[in-house]
């Protein structure tokens, strides 16, 4: 088969996803059918496209490939836009800090085609066309056979990111959080503390797991080991009561004034599957409520915020 000079070609085929169109296939149905996965395989519906955006892990479809297709079964019931824009970490360290492609991307179920006008739309100082960065990297490659699996013609503009800070400073971040009314700000550990945005700017804190510390952070380590030389459970009484109190922190991003009010989204299903999950619950002030799947936890937010 000849090369293409226009055309990037899997890099990662054959080992983090089969290599072969049909066995490709039935991987990407096992891991929609499967228990960990939504447990069937969508259909695409002219949903109400209120999905913005997706966070999708992108380890092999044998680890991470049920977890993935949530979010695109989710997508197909929401509806598929017309175009895509993909954002990937770059794990190689090859490229510009913010890499556009410039060459369509092949897969075994087919060829995904460069949204061109809409990546030329998007060059700039900072994104900047460099396949380099996209040549051996798989974050991005990954999500394609997920996509084209529901809908073989599908349109994408890829980013490879290695940069961080780039969209600047936390307080810049701040800023433009408050000015930006539609705005979803995506924080690490630096925004857990030290967070002071009053009123309807923040709304909603998601918080996607229980802060447990680091065990094997060497002073986490020693400190567990000197509550056990007290004859103290380390874990219950020490590691639980910590990451409780952090929970409580995090959360209080949200309420800063006496009239603030908001909803606290925890998704680690541990809060009410463990026996320490009440301990998490009763550090934060309110009434929990537990929501089984996402249209009902939208049904609950909507009842809250009155809408």
């Given at each position: ?91 190689t360290g ?44 798989h974050?991005?490659?990954?999500q ?52 002071d ?40 009484g ?70």
């Open positions: 088969m000849p090369i293409s000079e226009c055309m990037r070609y899997p890099a990662v085929a054959g080992q983090f996803y089969e290599g072969e169109e049909k066995r490709l296939r039935m991987q990407i149905e096992m891991c929609f059918r499967h228990n960990l996965g939504p447990g069937s395989v969508p259909t695409l519906e002219q949903g109400p496209r209120r999905i913005k955006g997706l966070v999708v892990p992108h380890a092999g479809f044998m680890y991470s490939g049920p977890v993935a297709c949530h979010s695109y079964a989710h997508l197909a019931k929401d509806g598929f836009p017309e175009s895509f824009i993909i954002l990937g970490p770059n794990h090859y490229g510009s800090p913010a890499s556009l492609a410039d060459d369509d991307f092949e897969t075994p179920l087919g060829v995904a085609h460069l949204e061109r006008e809409l990546s030329n739309s998007l060059r700039s100082e900072v994104i900047t066309v460099d396949p380099i960065g996209h040549r051996h990297e974050s991005i490659e990954v394609l056979p997920f996509l084209q699996f529901l809908r073989p013609e599908i349109k994408f503009v890829p980013i490879s990111l290695m940069a961080q800070g780039i969209d600047g400073s936390r307080t810049m971040l701040l800023r433009r959080f408050q000015e930006e009314t539609q705005s979803v700000l995506f924080g690490t550990d630096s925004f857990w503390e030290g967070i945005v009053p009123g309807h700017a923040l709304e909603i804190v998601v918080i996607s797991r229980l802060p447990f510390a680091v065990p094997t952070d060497p002073i986490v380590q020693a400190q567990t080991e000197e509550v056990a030389r007290m004859g103290i459970n380390p874990f219950m020490f590691t639980v009561p910590e990451a409780a109190i952090k929970l409580r922190q995090g959360a209080g991003r949200l309420i800063r004034h006496r009239s603030d009010r908001g909803a606290v989204i925890i998704c680690d299903n541990r809060v009410s599957t463990t026996r320490y999950g009440p301990l998490f619950m009763k550090s934060l002030q309110g009434t929990p409520l537990v929501a089984e799947n996402p249209e009902r936890l939208i049904e609950q937010l909507k009842s809250w915020f009155g809408s």
